[in-house]
C-alpha cells in the first residue's frame, strides 16, 4: 500500500518546539518533491513549506520562516519539519504531501510550489500550541 505517514504531533506550549516526521511506505521518496500544509478550523488549507527532490533547495512560507525546518532523510525514506518558538496561530492538523519530480516544472520547490501536483497526501497530525 502506498502511503505518508505523519507523526510528532502533539500539545505545546507557546515558544515550545516539535518535529513532525513524514515517512512513506510501498513507495520511496527520492524522486519526489515534499511538502508540508497545514489547515486550521475553519481556514483554508495554506502551504507551510516545500523541500525538493535533491533536498538542496527549500521554501517558505512567511510566517514560520526563520522558525521552522524541513529536511529530507531519503535513506530513511522520510521527510521532517522541525518547528520552533511555535504560536498559537501554528495550531492547525499538519499534511505532509509528495509530488513526482518533473523536471523544469516540479522539482525545485519554485514560487509555485503550492500548486504542484501532490500524488500522494498523509492523514495530518495535530499540532496544538496551547498555555
Known amino acids: 500500500q502506498l502511503q505518508l505517514v505523519e507523526s510528532g504531533g502533539g500539545l505545546v506550549q507557546p515558544g515550545g518546539s516539535l518535529t513532525l516526521s513524514c515517512a512513506a511506505s510501498?513507495?520511496?521518496?527520492?524522486?519526489?518533491?515534499i511538502a508540508w500544509f497545514r489547515q486550521a478550523p475553519g481556514k483554508e488549507r495554506e502551504g507551510v513549506s516545500c523541500?525538493?527532490?535533491?533536498?538542496?533547495?527549500?521554501n517558505y512560507e512567511d510566517s514560520v520562516k526563520g522558525r521552522f525546518t524541513i529536511s529530507r532523510d531519503n535513506a530513511k525514506n522520510t521527510v521532517y519539519l522541525q518547528m520552533n518558538s511555535l504560536q498559537p496561530e501554528d495550531t492547525a492538523i499538519y499534511y505532509c504531501?509528495?509530488?513526482?519530480?518533473?523536471?523544469?516544472?516540479?522539482?525545485?520547490?519554485?514560487?509555485?510550489?503550492?500548486?504542484?501536483?501532490?500524488?500522494?497526501w498523509g492523514q495530518g497530525t495535530q499540532v496544538t500550541v496551547s498555555s
Open positions: 510501498g513507495f520511496t521518496l527520492d524522486d519526489y518533491v
Open positions: 504531501a509528495a509530488g513526482r519530480r518533473i523536471p523544469g516544472v516540479q522539482s525545485t520547490c519554485g514560487v509555485t510550489w503550492r500548486s504542484y501536483k501532490y500524488d500522494y
Open positions: 523541500i525538493g527532490t535533491s533536498g538542496g533547495r527549500t
